[in-house]
């Protein structure tokens, strides 16, 4: 089992910054893909960003070139840096970590979810 926990996450007004953080219970090493996903009241929870071990990213259209995903293997923990913020925004933020492993037989994935942290932007 891998915990993530989330500390950050806050209030920032429109134009601002704020950075995420997920911290692992284990090393991150075995882990394949992780991400960032979030949830806006009333709506689906949506990918945000994701990393792979090997340091590919992937960015949601509407975070493109504001966003950016990092994650330190040594420190157990991947980021998000949010920069030039907009309200809509607003929403519970996620993490996420995808470790596939060997049955024996076939590969399987086991997929992780941190609790959630909320970030809100005012206009």
């Known amino acids: 089992q891998v915990q993530l926990v989330e500390p950050g996450g806050g209030l920032v007004q429109a134009g601002g910054s704020l950075r995420l953080s997920c911290a692992a219970s284990?090393?991150?090493?075995?882990?394949?893909?992780m991400g960032w996903y979030r949830q806006a009241p009333g709506k689906q929870r949506e990918l945000v960003a994701t990393?792979?071990?090997?340091?590919?990213?992937t960015y949601a259209d509407s975070v493109k070139g504001r966003f950016t995903i990092s994650r330190t293997n040594a420190k157990n923990t991947m980021y998000l840096q949010m920069n030039s913020l907009k309200p809509e925004d607003t929403a519970v933020y996620y993490c996420?970590?995808?470790?596939?492993?060997?049955?024996?037989?076939?590969?399987?994935?086991?997929?992780?979810w941190g609790q959630g942290t909320q970030v809100t932007v005012s206009s």
């Open positions: 996420n970590a995808v470790r596939r492993r060997w049955s024996g037989s076939s590969w399987f994935s086991e997929d992780y």
């Open positions: 284990q090393s991150i090493f075995s882990i394949n893909d």
């Open positions: 990393i792979t071990s090997g340091g590919s990213t």
